[in-house]
């Protein structure tokens, strides 16, 4: 017996390789700070140096913050972003951390303390980021020191987003995570066969900037997306609702950005869009015999805003006006021409009417509507042709009034050389009734991505 | 103890008066025992005159020499052979009453020693085990195959620059080499070293009496009940090798009366770490044996031999690791709960029964026939980090998550990743330090952190991101087997053999363990899907979308594949006194087909779903050779021999894994070989010479890598399946080995291999990947291979050594072994057009043929010498031997290198420029580390 015993043994000598438990100790409680600065003094500390570089060296002081990054759709790639407190926070920080991924660890409202001491503050891509000093600049915190500089605190919040208005837009909210109520992404990218992915177009570079308008106010803003995100593939929502998202700049700081952290933080549920009304009546084969209005702004006064002829221009906000100007060789004019920009206009918004004298349509069989637009570095910039039937003619009711949106006609894109002129195509307006009136209306703002020149030529109603 | 002196012989002459012949007969007996010994070979030394002692010991024969004084030579496999001077004269008839033979302990011991130590470098960790050859080899009398299976085989030196998948393993006929590699599994048979030791080894392509062979030559492993000295046999091993303890017991009856044998082995080999940290050993083995001898006629033999075999693997190294953490370092394994877990784990269990026939028809002429069934599964673990979760919004699908690779040597933790950049910063610098710091110190998997990542997923809803992830294969395999042997004359014997074999294949990925978490979203998480693909890219079976899976189920990818051969050989081999020689013959059909139990997203329909397009191969073969004995002690001996083999499962289907694809330009791979040998054979000396040439072309290959170059997709980046036909390789070169008896109790010994094996062509190379749609080449669809050594282990190796047997039954013996000329593994990416190209697909607008070269250059590794001792002694203690064997390897603890390859990830010109230019390469050779001072010890009582 004593034999198969000892042989048992021999067999069943253990080799530790099966059956692991789940180890019991996932979140190793670590004591709480003593020392606690503010984002808001961290930031602070910033604004008072003049290099714009602020390295901290007072041992054992520590920031506390909340995660609203989260890295887990790849949409933000090793930078935890933190803001101070979980509802109505006042500052936010990034902190650049040489780790991948890092919602493994640091999960969306989890609070974070940071040790200071040894990192340096300074202003990347726009927004106040904490690092490693890099000559003038700063790097990402080294892997193997995340424990030493990152300690997790037990808490996981309930992060609120802010909710504000696209107008409201302030560096002081920048890295805050935020929620914009009403919004839709704008139709020419979300509609149609022009409907645009995230960021897997043959044109994003590192980014897809996605136009995104508020339908309360009049603001514009860009929801930001990485090539690299799981999502880029998918389709812009087609609907309107909230967007909510960490609130940055771009890479050139030239605009805010919305990054949202998953395709979720979208909730376009309600399939209504604010869209305004459009003309559908699509495009006609032939004009009319009878010139009902034209101008090739030959008559007007070169560097001088358009005026006479019937035309209302009109600026509802910045400074850009309708101008008529000559130009020569590869950008050249067709003569004298009107164009529009808010290059060096300093604007936080230029917004600029150019609209026609009332045509009447209820005499007519036939109404068609032709023009010929140019760009130079659209970029960001905008311009729509619009129609109304209710305005009254009288430049203070301009933004009261129902404007909708002449969806046939052509207007040039910012991928379309510079140097020609396109047409229109033969715009129906026959579907319409009652007066008309036709609105070239200009978006852009002082920056250099949204101050774009657009230039318009040979506008021509016929009617029969 | 009773002490034995040379030989003792109880001769008793009897006067027999005859007319014109002599008649010599004897018993022969165990010297221990007295038990007589049957099939002891007996020879006068004038070769013409032999005979076999009879079941009772006994023979007898009868010669017509003249008178004068002669040899008797009385040999057996196992036992010290017997040289009685014997006097012919006056018409005396001689009998002697009793001789005794010694068992050759040393020889046994020997004989053990390889076993187990080619078992203990078969089931190596690294895939380069699977390769080794020393496993075919057998304890012979040849001088250069000692040496190659005992000491160049823990350097992967492959004789004649051959592997396992050009040599054929048999037990009781029936043929091992897998299907899948044309390879043996060696661990189906690990552990039952005790029963394996009747071995009929046929080197090279000589004649074999099972099969028509290989290249390597052929071992049949007789693992009958009745072939089993009576006894038993208890051992203990312990080695810092693979397995640190090993404990094994057999007992064989013999043949009784009533005409019945029995035999039986169980093992256990067991460590928690081998030489390389964190390589477990975890392994039983069952062998169990019944035969019946039915009547003069028939015996029917029953075999079944079960090694389950647990085996925790380590990897290649860069000069950097090792650098940083020595020849022992595996970054496969990390601390859990305080033990130590390692990720990848291969497991194989694959029982195999055979029910043998022996038939003897009529006399000289028998008929074996056998059926063997397979079954089992083989399951090699790894981490599977990109777990995600669905996200519908607006109706479309997304899959977030997913983690980066945790391997501790992933190359972005290495120091070098950090100091890439052609100037790096102060910061770079210090990140350098740093992470050379935390590597050095930790450098193991964090397990605590994936399951720690694992469950605030599922805490939050979501999946496991990580997981372990099982690759197992399922084998059902059927053979029949019958081979014929009749000896027509004395001069003439035939054999012929059938052999049919299914195989019922089947392939998936099973989910081993969710690490802390609940479920594992079974999609693709690198596919690249967008809204027109609908997310059904990322679908391992679009039947099943976005399926969760939990631990024990099968995912990722799931298919059989049905194989079947039918293969036939004949052979006839004519003896004469002058000169023996053979021909052989064999004619063989393979098929192919696979099956597709899930349909891939990439490749919808029956493109992977449903039965593929089958794959049928002919084969056929042709052999000859021939021995001249120029005199006794002098023989030439040639081989010829031109066949066709049919490629593996392997290298049939381009990514079986996902599609039903075959490898295009798929041909059976044909071989011509020659070998010339020299032998000289004396009491004194031994020496053989061979020279050899084998030229393979119509050869294939299918490899998987993640290169950054393959220019013209995705910026280069991709996933491929690396597709090589019409390989053209040639292996020449010289063997040497020869023995000098200097004294009856000393022996010198030497062997001396110098090869070459190198690509004669430019073979045709193409990629797939699902990246791409069909067959992705560049340039001119071939690589650049002419002239490139064909890696796997030293081209050249020297032995010197010596072995001393005392009388007093201890011997030892050491050599000194130096290799040189081992070459990496070439990439063929690198050697393609690739290599020429911008990441755009277009030529280069920079390049310089010299750097060029210089790039492309194939790294020799250095050379090196190893020393080996070996040593044992026995005892006999009633009727217990007692013994022991030892050896120690690499004496001096030489470090070095037994291999390494090139990686693909950066192949072009560019990046290969970048690479040289960086004090450490990010993507440099890895090598495999040959293993420093080592031993082995076992001891055994055998009664």
């Known amino acids: 017996m004593k034999k198969y015993i000892a042989l048992l043994l021999i067999f069943s000598s253990c080799v530790h390789d099966d059956n692991f438990k789940v180890p019991e100790v996932i979140f190793e409680k670590q004591p709480k700070p003593v020392n606690i600065a503010s984002i808001t003094a961290v930031k602070g500390n910033l604004a008072q140096v003049e290099d714009g570089i602020f390295t901290f060296s007072d041992p054992d002081i520590f920031i506390e913050g909340y995660v609203i990054s989260n890295d887990e759709a790849g949409n933000f790639f090793e930078e935890l972003v933190l803001q101070d407190k979980p509802t109505n926070p006042t500052a936010g920080i990034v902190l650049q951390v040489d780790v991948n991924p890092l919602f493994t660890k640091y999960e969306f409202g989890r609070k974070v303390y940071i040790k200071l001491e040894g990192l340096t503050a300074t202003i990347v891509n726009g927004t106040v980021q904490l690092g490693v000093r890099d000559n003038g600049t700063i790097a990402p915190l080294q892997a193997s020191l995340i424990d030493e500089y990152i300690t997790r605190s037990e808490e996981v919040a309930e992060i609120i987003p802010l909710e504000i208005e696209i107008t409201e837009f302030s560096d002081d909210l920048e890295n805050l995570f935020i929620q914009l109520k009403n919004v839709q992404f704008n139709r020419k990218i979300a509609l149609g066969e022009n409907r645009k992915t995230f960021a897997s177009e043959a044109t994003d570079a590192f980014d897809g900037e996605r136009l995104l308008e508020s339908c309360n106010s009049r603001g514009r803003t860009i929801v930001s997306t990485s090539t690299y995100s799981n999502f880029r593939a998918m389709l812009l929502p087609q609907g309107s609702g909230s967007v909510q998202g960490v609130l940055s700049r771009d890479f050139y700081d030239e605009f805010f950005v919305v990054n949202i952290n998953s395709p979720a933080d979208i909730d376009f549920s309600n399939e209504q869009r604010c869209d305004t009304e459009r003309l559908t009546c699509g495009l006609a084969t032939t004009a009319g015999d009878t010139i009902l209005f034209q101008d090739d702004f030959e008559d007007q006064k070169k560097n001088k805003p358009v005026s006479g002829n019937g035309w209302t221009n009109f600026i509802e906000s910045g400074s850009s006006e309708w101008e008529a100007y000559t130009a020569e060789s590869a950008n050249a004019s067709q003569g004298i021409s009107a164009k529009i920009d808010s290059y060096s206009s300093d604007d936080t918004n230029s917004i600029a009417w150019l609209i026609t004298p009332p045509i009447q349509l209820d005499t007519l069989s036939k109404a068609t509507l032709h023009f010929e637009t140019s760009n130079s570095f659209a970029d960001s910039s905008d311009l729509e042709v619009l129609f109304s039937t209710d305005w009254d003619g009288n430049p203070e009711t301009i933004t009261t009034a129902t404007w909708g949106i002449v969806s046939s006609a052509y207007i040039t894109q910012d991928d379309d050389y510079f140097g020609d002129w396109f047409g229109s195509g033969l715009v129906d307006l026959s579907c319409e009734t009652g007066e008309i009136y036709i609105a070239f209306k200009y978006y852009g703002n002082g920056r250099d991505a949204n101050d774009g020149t657009y230039e318009l030529d040979n506008v021509k109603i016929t009617g029969q | 103890m009773k002490k034995f002196s040379t030989v003792y012989i109880l001769l008793a002459f009897s006067l027999y008066c005859h007319s014109q012949n002599y008649t010599v007969s004897g018993n022969i007996v165990d010297a221990i025992t007295f038990k007589p010994i049957p099939e002891v070979e007996v020879t006068i030394n004038s070769g013409n005159y032999n005979t076999y002692s009879t079941a009772d010991g006994s023979f007898k024969f009868e010669t017509d020499l003249k008178s004068g004084p002669y040899t008797l030579i009385i040999q057996k496999e196992g036992y010290l052979t017997q040289r009685l001077p014997i006097l012919l004269e006056q018409k005396e008839n001689l009998y002697f009453q009793t001789i005794p033979l010694e068992i050759d302990v040393t020889n046994q011991q020997m004989e053990i020693g390889l076993i187990t130590l080619s078992d203990d470098q078969l089931n190596g960790d690294d895939d380069q085990a699977d390769y080794n050859i020393s496993g075919l080899l057998t304890a012979t009398k040849d001088a250069f195959l000692n040496a190659a299976a005992y000491d160049f085989s823990a350097t992967f030196f492959r004789p004649r620059g051959l592997d396992s998948e050009d040599g054929k393993i048999l037990i009781n006929n029936i043929e091992m080499n897998k299907l899948y590699s044309g390879r043996p599994q060696w661990a189906n048979w690990g552990g039952l070293n005790d029963a394996q030791r009747n071995r009929v080894f046929t080197r090279g392509i000589s004649a074999s009496e099972s099969t028509f062979g290989d290249l390597a030559g052929s071992t049949n492993i007789i693992m009958r009940a009745s072939q089993y000295r009576k006894g038993g046999r208890v051992s203990y091993a312990s080695s810092n090798r693979t397995y640190t303890g090993r404990f094994m017991a057999s007992y064989n009856t013999g043949l009784d009366k009533n005409g019945w044998a029995f035999s039986t082995l169980i093992s256990r080999r067991s460590g928690n770490e081998g030489y390389i940290d964190g390589t477990l050993y975890d392994a039983n083995s069952v062998f169990i044996s019944a035969e019946k001898k039915i009547n003069e006629a028939h015996s029917l033999n029953l075999t079944t031999f079960y ?637």
Not at chain 2, 375 to 404: C, H, K, M, P, W
Not at chain 2, 729 to 756: D, H, S, V
Not at chain 2, 793 to 821: L, S
Not at chain 2, 859 to 883: A, C, Q
């Open chain 2, 307 to 943: 090694s389950a075999n647990r085996r925790g693997r380590s990897t290649a190294l860069t000069d950097e690791v090792y650098d940083l953490k020595g020849r022992k370092y595996n970054p496969n394994w990390g601390y859990l709960n305080g033990e130590l877990r390692n990720s990848r784990i291969r497991e194989i269990k694959e029982p195999v029964i055979m029910l043998n026939h022996y038939w003897s028809l009529i006399d000289n002429t028998t008929l074996n026939t056998s059926i063997a069934y397979q079954f089992g599964t083989t399951a090699n673990t790894r981490i599977e980090s990109g777990g995600t979760r669905l996200i519908t919004t607006d109706e479309q699908e997304s899959y977030v998550g997913g983690a980066r690779n945790p391997a501790p040597n992933y190359y972005q933790n290495l120091p070098s990743y950090f100091l890439r950049d052609v100037n790096p910063t102060a910061v770079d610098y210090q990140n350098a330090y740093l992470a050379e710091e935390e590597f050095r110190e930790n450098g193991q998997l964090n397990w605590n952190a994936m399951y720690a990542a694992n469950t605030l997923a599922t805490q939050q809803g979501g999946n496991s991101i990580y997981a372990l992830q099982a690759d197992v294969t399922h084998d059902k395999k059927f053979t029949f087997n019958s081979v014929f042997r009749s000896k027509m004359t004395e001069n003439i014997v035939l054999n012929a053999g059938f052999n049919y074999l299914n195989l019922n294949n089947e392939n998936y990925a099973r989910l081993e363990d969710l690490l802390g978490g609940n479920n594992f979203l079974d999609i693709d998480s690198f596919a690249e899907d967008n809204y027109l693909t609908e997310g059904n890219l990322a679908q391992s079976d679009l039947q099943n979308r976005n399926r969760l899976v939990q631990e024990g189920d099968k995912y990722k990818y799931h298919y059989k594949i049905k194989a079947e051969d039918v293969n036939a050989f004949g052979q006839a081999q004519f003896k004469y006194s002058k000169i023996d020689f053979y021909v052989a013959a064999k004619i063989g059909y393979r098929f192919y087909q696979r099956t597709g139990l899930y349909e891939n997203g990439y490749y919808p329909g029956n493109r992977s779903f449903g039965k593929s397009e089958p794959k049928k191969i002919g084969t056929f073969g042709l052999k000859t050779g021939a021995t001249y004995k120029i005199s006794g002690r002098q023989l030439v001996d040639i081989n010829i021999a031109n066949f066709t083999k049919a490629p593996g499962i392997r290298n049939t289907f381009s990514n079986s894994r996902q599609n039903n694809d075959l490898a295009s330009g798929l041909s059976p791979e044909r071989t011509y070989a020659i070998d010339a040998s020299y032998i000289y054979r004396s009491p004194f000396a031994k020496l053989r010479l061979t020279g050899y040439y084998i030229n393979k072309q119509d050869g294939n290959d299918l490899s998987f890598l993640y290169t950054q170059s393959a220019q013209g997709v995705d910026d280069g980046y991709a996933f491929v399946q690396e597709v090589v036909g019409d390989i053209d390789q040639i292996n020449r070169g010289l063997e040497l080995g020869g023995e000098m008896q200097i004294l009856p109790t000393f022996k010198l010994k030497t062997a001396i291999a110098l090869g070459e094996k190198f690509y004669n062509n430019n073979p045709q190379i193409y990629y797939t990947s699902d990246d791409i749609d069909g067959q992705l080449t560049f340039g001119n669809g071939k690589t650049n291979l002419k002239n490139y050594h064909v890696a796997g282990g030293p081209e050249q190796a020297y032995q010197i050594g010596f072995e001393y047997r005392d009388p007093d039954y201890w011997w030892v013996g050491a050599t000194f072994n130096a290799f040189a000329k081992a070459y990496v593994d070439v990439s063929n990416l690198r050697r393609s057009d690739a290599f020429l190209l911008d990441s755009d697909g277009l030529p280069l607008n920079q390049y310089d043929d010299d750097t060029a070269k210089s790039l492309l250059q194939q790294e020799k590794l250095d050379s090196y010498n190893l020393i080996n001792i070996v040593g044992g002694k026995s005892w006999r203690i009633g009727d217990y031997f007692v013994g022991f064997f030892a050896t120690i390897n690499n004496v001096l603890n030489t470090v070095y290198k037994t291999g390494g390859f090139e990686d693909s990830r950066i192949s072009d010109y560019r990046g290969l420029l970048e690479e040289k230019e960086r004090d450490t390469p990010l993507f440099g050779n890895r090598y495999f580390m040959g293993y420093g001072t080592t031993y082995y010890l076992n001891a055994y009582v055998r009664f």
